[in-house]
Structures are given as C-alpha cells and as structure tokens.
C-alpha cells in the first residue's frame, strides 16, 4: 500500500462520493481483486464487498480502536480494528497480515470440505435400498427448512423440482441469481424463472418469501408483468400462513392481466404435491436438492446448514 495512504481511513464511496486525503477505496480492492480470489479459490468468506458489510458501510471515520463497529461476532471486528492499527504503527507490515489471512482461510475451507466428504460418505455407507418416501422426503425438508439462516432453502426446493422433472414438463431453470443480489441488480423477474426447452423467454416466474406475502408484493409483482414480456404465471412460494384475502386479490388479477396468473403457494404443500406428481423421480429430487444445498456459497448456505441436511438425511435412511 502507497506510504501516502492511511490503512486506518477506507472511504465508502456511497457516503463520500469521492476520496479523501490519505484514503484509499477499500471497495475498489474488493471488487477488482478480493472478489475473484474469493470465487475462484471457494474460500469461506462472503462473496460481496467487505466494505458493504454492516461493520464498514455506516462508518465515514478513521477506523481507530476506540471506534465501535457493529457486526458478529463483535470480537472480530474489535481484532480488525487491533490489525489496522498494528500496520499503520508498523508491527505488522500488510503482506503478513494478507499471508496470514489466506493460510487461514484455506485451513478452515479444507476443514469444512473434509467434513463434508465424511458425511457425504457416511451417508453412502449407511444408504438403504429402499429410497425415502414422498412424506418421508416432505418431513426431512421439513426439518431442514426449520434451522437458522435457512431463507434460501425454498429457493434451491423449487430449482430442484424443476431440475428434477425437465424432461417431463419440457421446461427448465435459467441459472440461480445469488442469494443476496437484488432483482433491479440482475434484471430478474424473480428468485427462479422458468423457460421452455430450448427456449431462454421466461414463461413461470417463482419469488419466495420467508414473511406474509402482502397486497403491495401482489402490487410489485404486476408491475413486474406489466414491464415483462411473456410471463404466463407469477407464483409466491412462502413458508409463513396465506392471508385469503391477499390470496383473493391475487386471483383477482387474473382478467386484469390478460390472463396472466398470480399464485400464492406454501412451500411444503408445494413440495408434497409435487413428489406425489411425480412420485418416481422422488429420489432424484432429493439428490438435486442435495446437489444444490452443497454447491450454494456460504453467504446463501451456511456451512452449519450444509452439515445438517446430510445429518439429517443419513438420520432419515437410517430409519428405513
């Protein structure tokens, strides 16, 4: 880092809009180096912006040790704080701090992948022949969607299905937006979008919601239509109760759309009813959804949540 910059002083461009004296754009490193490392070595760390996160994006001060940084766990940003001030004072120089952080973070990405692997074996070693059934399946979701952080759950559910079943319904996917990009950023209609074979026009659109779907969801979603082209079906997938009459005023909207159609759907019914449809694919839903739990970055499927779908799973079979 250039002598002429202070570690100690990162401006955030959304609050300053420019730089100041001896600062440098900590975000700028992010997103022309930090994020490409990130992705292409799969390290176990968020792949947005470290200067975005809650600790750095409401701080436009010079990051001192008597300042207070929110984030958790509250001991790291104090220890951050306790590194910035260690290289501005020259006890550290910035190379060691990098060198040191990498070594760390490979050690715990190999820990995490090498537990993985341990379950994932377990859970061949112990399969029974006699896959799941469709309840059986239904419950072990069940159970997976009740643990913390699990708000991308339903998303990988629905792109599991679709996966699962392409060639019967002659549709499939487009690729999965990342868990925390917003749809105005990726110019998606919704969480999941669903095409035609062969085609890329967007004929079903899933968005879900881990709250009460609302009127004013209803109200964004026709806007949505309105500005797209093609959509033949725009489907809410919550995990909380159905309001009636949001679920009326969607219906209603049929006419007015021109025959386009608002749906309000509970995220286990949907499942049920799906591996009921297609009750001999049930298995290969399972192992799509596990496929997609696995590969999904930490910041959209923590490492705790990974570890417990297959305790879970191995649990379930066991019982078989």
């Known amino acids: 880092m250039s002598r002429s910059w202070n570690i100690r002083k990162p401006f955030i461009e959304v609050y300053t809009g420019a730089a100041k004296k001896n600062a440098y754009s900590g975000r700028g490193y992010d997103e022309q180096y930090i994020f490409d490392i990130i992705q292409r070595y799969r390290l176990p760390c968020s792949p947005t912006t470290a200067f975005l996160t809650p600790g750095f994006r409401t701080k436009n001060v010079v990051l001192t040790k008597d300042q207070k940084l929110r984030g958790r766990p509250a001991e790291m940003y104090e220890h951050i704080l306790d590194i910035l001030d260690a290289v501005h004072r020259g006890k550290l120089t910035a190379r060691e701090v990098l060198d040191e952080s990498v070594r760390l973070l ?7 992948k090498k537990r993985l ?3 994932l074996e377990g859970l061949r070693k112990d399969a029974s022949e006699l896959p799941l059934s469709s309840e059986d399946i239904v ?12 708000s991308r759950l339903p998303v990988l559910i629905v792109a599991a299905a679709y996966r699962a079943a392409a060639e019967k319904l002659g549709e499939k996917i487009l690729r999965l937006n990342p868990h925390n990009a917003a749809d105005k950023q990726t110019g998606a209609l919704g969480d999941v979008e669903i095409t035609l074979l062969g085609d890329d ?3 079903t659109t899933y968005e879900m919601k881990d709250k009460i779907v609302t009127k004013g969801d209803i109200d964004i979603a026709i806007e949505k239509i309105v500005n797209g082209t093609g959509i033949q079906n725009y489907i809410f997938i919550t995990t909380e109760p159905i309001d009636p009459e ?10 007015e759309l021109g025959g386009i159609e608002i749906a309000i759907l509970d995220c286990l019914s949907f499942l049920r009813h799906f591996l009921h449809l297609f009750h001999r694919i049930r298995a290969d839903f399972l192992n799509r959804y596990q496929d997609l739990v696995l590969s999904e970055p930490d910041s959209g499927v923590n490492q705790a949540l990974k570890e417990a779908f297959l305790a879970l799973r191995k649990a379930a079979e066991a019982t078989e």
């Open 106 to 112: 490979l050690v715990e990405r190999n820990q995490r």
């Open 139 to 150: 419950r072990l979701i069940e159970q997976h969607l009740q643990c913390k952080h699990a």
């Open 201 to 203: 026009k967007v004929v």
């Open 117 to 119: 692997e341990t379950l």
């Open 246 to 255: 949001v679920r009326a005023y969607a219906t209603a909207q049929y006419a």
